[in-house]
């Protein structure tokens, strides 16, 4: 089940959207220079509400995207969390397992490709950084807050992503995109501008 922090990300693309297609343009042909856009771009299950895609098209040519999304900065009390003490030692202690916490930040690059004046589709690669903690709590109150405490997950470090979508053109100004990351796996959904790319004639 969706938390309403986790909705909210959606609900705000769907309100944009909605204003977007009452107000949108007959959309124009892509300038033969192509065009350059951004959106704002999140992994909504993953928490990475923070997204920026930087891209360009080209009619009848390959182009190319760069590609930034950021969790949250889990900032923990520093009496609640130990970075000293292990899973192992946490459970050899008997401790009480109480929950998991993981943020992501992901940098992607790659590919674009129109077809046609309003549909776009790309392609790339990258990598994930993950950030994991444990939350135990000691029945004797020693650690942490009232007993409660953090240490350091199983999930930490760096591994490959792949992401794959497409950005429909709504107007001559707008865009929305749709697509998808492997790792952490999860639908992207973002909204942005567009602009003419700049001509050297």
């Known amino acids: 089940m969706m938390t309403a922090t986790r909705l909210f990300p959606l609900a705000l693309l769907l309100c944009l959207t909605a204003a977007t297609a009452a107000t949108a343009a007959p959309v124009g042909n892509l300038p033969d220079s192509g065009i350059l ?25 390959v182009g190319w995207f760069i590609e930034g999304k950021f969790g949250r900065q889990m900032t923990y009390e520093s009496s609640n969390y130990y970075e000293n003490i292990s899973i192992g030692q946490s459970e050899d202690w008997g401790d009480q397992f109480l929950k998991s916490d ?32 444990r939350q135990y709590h000691d029945e004797f109150g020693i650690l942490g807050d009232g ?15 792949t992401v794959f979508g497409a950005m429909f053109r709504t107007s001559d100004t707008f865009v929305i995109q749709i697509g998808y990351d492997s790792r952490p796996a999860g639908l992207n959904l973002g909204i942005g501008l567009v602009t003419s790319w700049p001509s050297p004639y």
Do not use: C, H, M
Not at 42 to 60: C, F, K, S, W
């Open 147 to 161: 007993g409660n405490y953090w240490i350091d997950g199983i999930e930490n470090g760096t591994a490959t992503n």
């Open 102 to 133: 993981e943020s992501y930040d992901t940098f992607n690059a790659g590919v674009t490709y129109a077809y046609g004046k309003q549909f776009f589709v790309y392609l790339g690669a990258g990598i994930s950084e993950t950030d994991s903690y």
């Open 37 to 61: 856009g951004g959106t704002w771009v999140t992994n909504i299950p993953a928490d990475q509400y923070l997204g920026l895609t930087i891209y360009r098209v080209i009619p009848r040519k």
